[in-house]
C-alpha cells in the first residue's frame, strides 16, 4: 500500500501528465519548479548541454557530416571529442607536434622553442613541472565535468595563502608583509573608520537605530576592532601574526608589534590584492589535475583517437564552398588538402587573420580586432623547499608591483626534496620587457626582483630554470586575446560564416580559461548537430 507521500507523488505526476499535455514542456517545467519537482534557477547555473548522439542520426534517417577542426588546443579537442562521440568523421590539423595549444606543461626534456629564439631545454627534475599556460581550474568551471567524465585526478590548487606576501616597492615599502598581516590590518582601520562614522551619526539617513547596532556588531568581529568605550580603535590582534608562535607551557607566543599607522597601511597599497580572491573565477577552492595540466588536452586527445588528430600541419588557406569547405595545409614539406562538410576554426585569431580565405572583408576585419594579451612564467627548480621550511608557505601566491607582477608556490610534492615556483607570472608590458632577454637574463633579473622579498636565497640552490614567453611562441602569439568591444566583430565571429564555423575562450565571457574554449565548442556543436539534422 502506498504511503502518503507516494500518494502524493502519484497524484503530482498525474497531475503533471496533463499539464505536459496541454500546455507542452516548458509550462510542464515551470509547474515542476513551483512543486518543488525541478532545480531552481540558482541551482542551474551552468548553460544546458546535450551531447549530439549516434541515435540522434538514426532516428532521422540522416548520416553524420565531415568536420575538420584547424587546431588541437582545448577547443579544438572538445569540439572532436564531442562531434566523435556522435559518429562525424573528424579530422584535427595542428600546426604544433604537439596537442594542447597553450595548455602546456614543462617538465624535463622538453623542448621550448621561441620566435627568432635560441631553443631550451627543460631540465627539470623527475616529478617537477611548470604549467606554462593554465595552472588552476575553479569549481564552478565546466573543465571539472569533463575532468571526470574523462578521469582525469584533481588536487587542490592553492590559489591564496595567508602566508605569502604582498610588497609594493613604489609605495614605499621595504620589507615584505605577509597578506594575513596585511589583510589584519587594512580590514582593522577600515572597520574602525566605519564604526566611527556609523556612532556618529553620518549614516543616518541609510540606517535605523536597529541596522546601526547590527553593523557595528558586525565590525567589531570583522576588524577586529575595541568597544565603542575605546573609539572602536584598531590595536591589532593575533591576527596579524606572530614572530614566535604559540607552544607548550609558558610560551603563550609572542605577537607581532602594534599595526603601522591608518595613513602607512593605506599608503602602502596592500589592499588593492584583496580583490582578487573574491573574483567569481579566482575564489577558493581551485583544483589542478595531478602531475599537470596538460592531463587534460592528452585525455582529450586519447579519447579523439590518434588516428584523427594530424600533429606538425600548418594550415595555408581556407575555402568556403557552396556545399562544404576546403582546406590546405602543409606537413612534411607537403602542401596537402582536406574536404570536408565543416571546418570548425579554433586557432587564434591572430593567426587565423593571417590566413587567406574567401570569407569576406568582414570576417578578415573581425578576426584582427581581439588584441593579444603578453604574459610569461619562469620556473625554478631548487634543491630544497625552503619556502615551506623558512616561511611557513605551503602553496599560494605572493603580489608584488615589482616586474614579477606574481611568485607562485607550489601546490603539490609538500615537504619534499625539491621543489618548483614559478618565480614570475607576469603581463602586459612587464612580460614583454622579459619576453625581450634571453632565457639567462630572465634568469638573472627574476632573481634579483625576487630577492627583494626572499633574501639571498631566493638566488640559492636552483637545480634548473625554464621560462616561457607567449607572444613568442609559434602559431599562437599571446597568452590571450582582449576585446575592445564586444560587438559587430565578435557577434560575426559567434556565427557561422558559410560551412565555417570558429570556436575558443576567445570566444566567450570567460578568456583566458579553459571553462571558455570548453563552453565556446560546446556553443559550436550544438549549432552545427543542429544544422546537419535538419538538413
Keep these: 500500500m502506498p504511503t502518503s507521500a507516494e500518494s502524493q507523488g502519484v497524484s503530482r505526476r498525474g497531475f503533471l501528465t496533463r499539464v505536459g499535455a496541454t500546455g507542452g514542456a516548458g509550462a510542464m517545467f515551470a509547474t515542476m519548479g513551483a512543486l518543488g519537482l525541478a532545480p531552481s534557477a540558482e541551482a542551474a547555473t551552468k548553460a544546458p548541454f546535450d551531447p549530439p548522439q549516434a541515435s540522434d542520426f538514426r532516428l532521422r534517417g540522416r548520416g553524420a557530416a565531415k568536420v575538420v577542426v584547424l587546431g588541437a588546443g582545448v577547443a579544438g579537442l572538445a569540439t572532436a571529442y564531442e562531434l566523435g562521440k556522435a559518429g562525424y568523421q573528424v579530422t584535427v590539423l595542428e600546426a604544433q607536434d604537439r596537442v594542447g595549444g597553450r595548455n602546456r606543461t614543462l617538465r624535463g626534456g622538453d623542448r621550448l622553442t621561441e620566435i627568432d629564439g635560441p631553443t631550451q631545454r627543460v631540465g627539470f627534475s623527475d616529478g617537477q613541472y611548470m604549467n606554462a599556460g593554465p595552472a588552476r581550474i575553479a569549481q564552478w568551471m565546466t573543465t571539472m565535468d569533463y575532468c571526470r567524465e574523462l578521469g582525469v585526478p584533481l588536487e587542490v590548487f592553492t590559489n591564496s595563502n595567508a602566508e605569502a606576501y604582498l610588497y609594493n616597492e613604489t609605495a614605499g615599502m621595504?620589507?615584505?608583509?605577509?597578506?594575513?598581516?596585511?589583510?589584519?590590518?587594512?580590514?582593522?582601520?577600515?572597520?574602525?573608520?566605519?564604526?566611527?562614522?556609523?556612532?556618529?551619526?553620518?549614516?543616518?539617513?541609510?540606517?535605523?537605530?536597529?541596522?546601526?547596532?547590527?553593523?557595528?556588531?558586525?565590525?567589531?568581529?570583522?576588524?577586529?576592532i575595541g568597544s565603542r568605550a575605546n573609539g572602536f580603535a584598531y590595536t591589532g590582534t593575533d591576527r596579524r601574526g606572530y614572530t614566535v608562535d604559540p607552544g607548550a607551557g609558558e610560551t603563550a607566543g609572542t605577537l607581532l608589534g602594534p599595526p603601522p599607522s591608518l595613513s602607512e597601511v593605506f599608503a602602502s597599497g596592500v589592499g588593492r590584492y584583496f580583490s582578487f580572491e573574491f573574483g567569481y573565477s579566482q575564489a577558493m577552492l581551485m583544483f589542478q589535475p595531478v602531475g599537470g595540466m596538460d592531463a587534460i588536452p592528452r585525455a582529450l586527445a586519447k579519447a579523439v583517437g590518434p588516428g584523427r588528430i594530424s600533429t606538425g600541419a600548418k594550415?595555408?588557406?581556407?575555402?568556403?564552398?557552396?556545399?562544404?569547405?576546403?582546406?590546405?595545409?602543409?606537413?612534411?614539406?607537403?602542401?596537402?588538402?582536406?574536404?570536408?562538410?565543416?571546418?570548425?576554426a579554433t586557432l587564434p585569431p591572430q593567426i587565423l587573420a593571417r590566413i587567406p580565405h574567401n570569407l569576406g572583408a568582414n570576417v578578415q576585419a573581425a578576426l584582427r580586432t581581439p588584441v593579444p594579451a603578453s604574459t610569461g612564467k619562469i620556473g625554478l627548480e631548487y634543491r630544497n623547499r625552503w619556502w615551506e621550511r623558512d616561511d611557513n608557505i605551503y602553496g599560494g601566491i605572493t603580489n608584488t608591483d615589482l616586474d614579477l607582477s606574481t611568485i607562485w608556490y607550489p601546490s603539490y610534492g609538500y615537504n619534499g626534496r625539491r621543489g618548483l615556483v614559478v618565480g614570475y607570472y607576469n603581463f602586459g608590458g612587464s612580460a614583454d620587457a622579459y619576453a625581450r632577454l634571453t632565457h639567462p637574463e630572465r634568469l638573472r633579473r627574476a632573481l634579483d626582483m625576487g630577492?627583494?622579498?626572499?633574501?639571498?636565497?631566493?638566488?640559492?640552490?636552483?637545480?634548473?630554470?625554464?621560462?616561457?614567453?607567449?607572444?613568442?611562441?609559434?602559431?599562437?602569439?599571446?597568452?590571450?586575446?582582449?576585446?575592445?568591444?564586444?560587438?559587430?566583430?565578435?557577434?560575426?565571429?559567434?556565427?557561422?560564416?558559410?560551412?565555417?564555423?570558429?570556436?575558443?575562450?576567445?570566444?566567450?565571457?570567460?578568456?583566458?580559461?579553459?571553462?571558455?574554449?570548453?563552453?565556446?565548442a560546446r556553443k559550436v556543436v550544438t549549432e552545427l548537430h543542429q544544422r546537419v539534422l535538419q538538413g
Design 451 to 520: 630577492a627583494k622579498i626572499h633574501g639571498d636565497k631566493y638566488r640559492q640552490d636552483i637545480a634548473a630554470s625554464a621560462s616561457i614567453a607567449w607572444s613568442r611562441q609559434p602559431h599562437i602569439e599571446g597568452g590571450w586575446i582582449s576585446w575592445p568591444s564586444r560587438g559587430a566583430e565578435y557577434k560575426l565571429l559567434c556565427a557561422p560564416q558559410g560551412n565555417v564555423y570558429y570556436a575558443g575562450d576567445w570566444l566567450s565571457y570567460e578568456i583566458a580559461w579553459q571553462h571558455g574554449s570548453f563552453e565556446s
Design 315 to 344: 594550415v595555408t588557406e581556407i575555402t568556403n564552398l557552396a556545399s562544404g569547405v576546403r582546406v590546405e595545409y602543409e606537413r612534411y614539406g607537403r602542401t596537402r588538402v582536406i574536404e570536408a562538410d565543416y571546418c570548425v
Design 174 to 224: 621595504t620589507a615584505p608583509v605577509k597578506w594575513r598581516t596585511a589583510k589584519a590590518d587594512v580590514f582593522g582601520y577600515i572597520s574602525e573608520l566605519l564604526a566611527k562614522a556609523t556612532d556618529q551619526g553620518a549614516l543616518d539617513q541609510r540606517l535605523t537605530t536597529t541596522d546601526k547596532e547590527r553593523l557595528l556588531s558586525f565590525l567589531s568581529g570583522f576588524g577586529a
